[in-house]
């Protein structure tokens, strides 16, 4: 959704990093191909070599396991990475999770500061460690309504599964890098940006007032508005580039029979 939603909205061509596959399985055009025409049908099949670019990468590895030619042909056409990889189960051995959630974010951000581009990185909710209900939700020990920000990351808050802690790991390397190697991940927005969120914030409260539905609300360009995850990362995107920017994405990283426990 995050690839349509750039395609549909942006001028751009999109690098897409993809695992080789294994021997006999699909090729990686027929592997994202069959992803995007399991939610979209046949309409992004004229992209692909045109602003769909595929290219043969595993972040687990050192510099993403990019040749010498791809590594250069990113350094020198994109400005913003943005990371939705990650093995997704909730179960397993945490190595597994560490490898692909952890290690392979540590490369990417470093690959972000080797080629100076803007690093978003997309983690879960789960990692405040609301995510759990009834007489289990007290495993956190909250005595009152916490606030959680990305400037209050940890808050005493308890995991209760190893894909949750990997993703919190990930953040605080995020943040690390942020703080002591200037690492860009957008957030840092100009006035004009500031004032665009505001105004946005805004037609939150008058939702809330007088109880209006906020997709009934046009923003601009006679565009509709939607609350959703997607459409405030395109509004970041929006905000922090030119139409002319190139973003890289990469796969979700699932990875293959991974051995689980209980």
Do not use: W
């Not at 051995?93 to 080629?115: M, P, Q, R």
């Not at 200037?182 to 008058?206: E, P, R, V």
Request: aromatic share 10%; net charge neutral; with cysteine.
């Amino acid at each position: 959704h995050i690839l349509q939603e750039l395609l549909d909205t942006h001028n751009i061509k999109i690098y897409c990093l993809v695992r080789p596959p294994l021997e006999g399985a699909d090729t990686i055009e027929e592997k994202l191909k069959n992803r995007l025409r399991f939610y979209f049908g046949n309409k992004y099949d004229h992209e692909f070599g045109r602003r769909i670019i595929l290219i043969h990468s595993d972040m687990t590895h050192d510099k993403l396991g990019l040749s010498v030619d791809d590594y250069n042909l990113l350094k020198e056409n994109c400005t913003c990475i943005i990371n939705s990889a990650a093995n997704v189960k909730h179960y397993g051995y945490y190595s597994e999770f560490e490898k692909i959630n952890v290690f392979g974010v540590k490369n990417l951000i470093n690959f972000a500061l080797e080629t100076n581009m803007k690093f978003i990185q997309i983690s879960t909710t789960s990692v405040s460690g609301n995510t759990l209900v009834g007489e289990k939700s007290k495993l956190n020990n909250f005595d009152s309504i916490k606030n959680y920000t990305e400037d209050k990351l940890f808050v005493g808050q308890t995991f209760e599964n190893v894909y949750t802690y990997s993703k919190f790991e990930a953040e605080k390397l995020v943040l690390e890098n942020i703080e002591s190697n200037s690492l860009s991940n957008g957030s840092k927005l100009s006035i004009c940006s500031m004032f665009i969120l505001l105004i946005f914030a805004i037609a939150c409260i008058y939702c809330l007032l007088t109880k209006s539905d906020l997709t009934s609300l046009k923003i601009s360009r006679s565009r509709i508005c939607t609350l959703s995850s997607i459409h405030f990362l395109h509004a970041l995107i929006s905000i922090n580039s030119s139409a002319s920017v190139h973003a890289l994405q990469l796969d979700t990283y699932q990875k293959d029979n991974v051995n689980q426990h209980f």
